[in-house]
């Protein structure tokens, strides 16, 4: 299953007259995504994979770590290595599944992941920002899920839609962006819903995604979307812990 996370890109104003708070917003921002060697996230995820035509479900929960572990030369950006591990309960051994990279360039932050860069967060982020979160690809781009074939990144826009307080995992972090990845979008044959929540000083808390279609020939719209889709996938990911 190729599961690809989504890019956020903000559109950063520059003001002649508010040139001292530049700085300030661009810090604020940066601070929830932090950057460090040794900074390392990790998650519980749930999730579900729609399989022969809807006929069958594969639900799994596995454990995701997410670390730093290098940071690369480079003039014009901050560049790091995101060591990627899984394992399928607490008790067993993190396999390394994946080398992406994760970057501060100016007044953005960008992860790579399979190959497609996302622009996850971008200064200034604050409630109302709105942008298009796939700028660095073609978000017509067909991807294999579930072997069936979708365009999963359709919905090219994103909103900050609240701030404030939020509990994950029984943690609660005062200072969160909530942010509705790609927005949501729904017609007779395709859903797709993302939001993630990232925390001041830690990063990511909370994605959840489900990207779900339905064959117009085959399509009972009287049923509810997880009921009637027929090829995609939901998923969860909650933060269990944050270390650096």
């Not at 594969?58 to 394992?87: G, P």
């Not at 992860?111 to 700028?135: C, D, I, R």
């Amino acid at each position: 299953m190729r599961l690809i996370y989504i890019g956020i890109a903000v559109l950063f104003i520059f003001s002649a007259c508010r040139e001292e708070s530049i700085p300030s917003n661009l810090e604020e921002s940066n601070s929830f995504y932090p950057l460090q060697i040794g900074n390392t996230w990790i998650y519980a995820v749930d999730s579900t994979l729609y399989l022969q035509g809807g006929i069958s479900r594969d639900t799994s929960t596995t454990f995701v770590k997410e670390q730093i572990t290098e940071q690369l030369q480079s003039n014009l950006t901050e560049d790091y290595v995101l060591t990627r591990s899984l394992r399928k309960s607490e008790n067993d051994p993190w396999q390394v599944t994946d080398i992406w990279t994760v970057s501060r360039n100016g007044n953005r932050i960008t992860k790579t992941e399979e190959n497609l860069e996302f622009v996850k967060l971008q200064a200034p982020v604050q409630e109302g920002s709105t942008w298009a979160p796939y700028a660095l690809f073609d978000n017509m781009i067909d991807v294999t899920i579930g072997g069936e074939i979708m365009t999963p990144y359709t919905n090219n826009e994103a909103i900050v839609n609240t701030t404030g307080s939020r509990i994950v995992e029984g943690v609660s972090y005062d200072e969160v962006v909530s942010i509705a990845v790609g927005s949501e979008f729904n017609n007779s044959i395709s859903f797709r819903d993302r939001n993630e929540w990232y925390a001041k000083d830690v990063g990511l808390i909370y994605k959840n995604e489900v990207v779900l279609d339905c064959r117009s020939s085959d399509c009972d719209s009287s049923l509810p979307w997880l009921d009637r889709a027929k090829q995609g996938y939901t998923m969860e990911m909650r933060l269990l812990s944050y270390s650096n």
